[in-house]
């Protein structure tokens, strides 16, 4: 089976996390939750990523604020794919984090989405495409996903015309 890890710095990001974790149910893809800290708990952080690959993870999404250091480091330890999720933890709103994401060194690959839920979103979506790419059933399940959203966007002007 198939399987994403997320990983958040803090409890305070779980709710960010969620909509990866909506996704990733809707979806039928099983997935693990952690918290750790790159800076506070680095020795279980690094544990966690260097056994992802033997606990079935296929992507890992990793969450974090600030310093926002949790994605390179989890990259650092593994060869899963490990996408970035900025959080608006300070006074920058996630600026930071994402300029931290984005900064990596040539040869240690961090993937980084959008800031807050909607970043979390299409990275619990880019994880399915990962698994898409060798699991036909989750490529469909990707296929119709989109064409909901399609569906929706079409009866939305549906209802908006009829309030003119």
Not at 60 to 82: C, D, F, K, Q, R
Not at 105 to 134: C, D, E, H, W, Y
């Amino acid at each position: 089976m198939n399987k994403v890890g997320i990983i958040m710095g803090s409890k305070s990001d779980f709710e960010i996390a969620q909509a990866s974790i909506d996704v990733l149910k809707e979806l039928g893809i099983e997935y693990e939750v952690i918290v750790s800290s790159a800076h506070r708990t680095p020795e279980r952080t690094g544990e966690w990523a260097r056994t992802a690959d033997e606990r079935g993870l296929v992507a890992i999404i990793a969450l974090a604020g600030a310093a926002a250091h949790l994605a390179g480091v989890i990259a650092s330890e593994t060869n899963v794919p490990v996408v970035a999720v900025p959080i608006a933890a300070t006074s920058m709103n996630g600026i930071d984090a994402l300029y931290a994401m984005v900064q990596m060194p040539g040869g240690i690959p961090v993937a980084t989405m959008a800031i807050g839920k909607a970043g979390a979103k299409n990275a619990g979506l880019f994880a399915a495409q990962i698994i898409g790419r060798s699991d036909k059933a989750m490529y469909e399940k990707l296929l119709a996903y989109r064409e909901a959203m399609k569906e929706k966007v079409y009866k939305d002007n549906e209802a908006v015309q009829e309030m003119l």
